[in-house]
C-alpha cells in the first residue's frame, strides 16, 4: 500500500468534511433522500451561493452526487459507504440524528400516480424489490439513473403479462430511476414503469382515484405483490 498516497486522499475526505456547513449537508443526507440545493442551504445556515461551492466540493471529494430533473438537481450520498463513514464519526462523537420527514399528504405520500407511472412510498418499495431481485441493471449510456432488464427481470416482467420488447419498441425512454418527490428516492419511471402501472390498474391491484392521483392497494394487490415480489404494503 502506498501509505503516503492514501494518507493524502484521507486528508482530502476529511477537510472536505470537516466545515460546518459542509459537515450539515451531509448528516441530512444520510437518511437516504434527495435534496435541492435549497434544502440544503436551510440546512447548512448558508447562502444558496456558499451552499452551491459546498456541494462542487463535495462532489469533487466524491462524497455527494446529483440528479438533474427537470429544473431541479438533487443532490445525495455518493454511495453507502459514504454513509457507513458519516455514521461511524457519529459514533465517535456521541450523537444520533434526526430524519427530515415528508410533508406530503399521506395518501399521496403512500401510492400515486408520477406521469403515467407508480409512485409514492409503494412505488420506491417496488423498486427496491425489483433492484433485490435482480431485475434491473444500470446502464452508463442514457445517464447513471438508467436501467435495462436483466434476464430474469425480462422472464419476471413477461411472467406479469408485459410485452417488453414492444414496449422496448416505443419511442420514449425504456426504464429509469424517477425521483420520488415525496420520498426522494427513485421508483421505476420510463415506458417499462408505465406497463407495470398499467398491468397494475388493468388488474385492478390498484385503484385511482377520480378527482386525485392518489392510488389505493386492493387486497388482491396486496396479496399478488407479496407473492409475486415479496413486497408487503
Given amino acids: 500500500m502506498d501509505v503516503e498516497g492514501h494518507a493524502d486522499i484521507v ?26 440545493s435549497t434544502e440544503l442551504s436551510v440546512v447548512a445556515e448558508v447562502s444558496p451561493s456558499t451552499t452551491s461551492v459546498h456541494l462542487n466540493r463535495l462532489q469533487a471529494a466524491h462524497l455527494v452526487k446529483v440528479v438533474v430533473q427537470g429544473k431541479h438537481r438533487f443532490y445525495s450520498l455518493e454511495g453507502p459507504r459514504v454513509a457507513r463513514a458519516l455514521e461511524g464519526l457519529s459514533v465517535l462523537a456521541g450523537r444520533t440524528r434526526s430524519a427530515l420527514g415528508s410533508r406530503a399528504p399521506s395518501r399521496l405520500a403512500a401510492a400515486r400516480t408520477c406521469y403515467d407511472h407508480l409512485a409514492g412510498r409503494i412505488g420506491v418499495s417496488l423498486h427496491d424489490r425489483l433492484t433485490a431481485l435482480g431485475w434491473l441493471s444500470t446502464q452508463s449510456r442514457g445517464g447513471g439513473n438508467s436501467y435495462d432488464l436483466t434476464l430474469d427481470g425480462v422472464n419476471g416482467f413477461k411472467r406479469l403479462g408485459v410485452e417488453v420488447d414492444a414496449v422496448r419498441a416505443l419511442r420514449r425512454r425504456f426504464a429509469y430511476g424517477c425521483l420520488d418527490w415525496s420520498e426522494r428516492r427513485p421508483h421505476l419511471g420510463g415506458a417499462l414503469g408505465a406497463a407495470l402501472l398499467n398491468i397494475a390498474l388493468k388488474r385492478r391491484w390498484l385503484i385511482q382515484d377520480l378527482d386525485s392521483r392518489a392510488l389505493d392497494v386492493t387486497r ?4 399478488e405483490m407479496l407473492t409475486r415480489f415479496g413486497l408487503q404494503v
Avoid: F, H, N, S
Fill in 11 to 36: 486528508c482530502r475526505i476529511a477537510a472536505a468534511i470537516g466545515e460546518p456547513a459542509r459537515a450539515r449537508i451531509l448528516y441530512r443526507l444520510v437518511d437516504g433522500q434527495a435534496r435541492t
Fill in 220 to 223: 388482491a394487490g396486496r396479496r
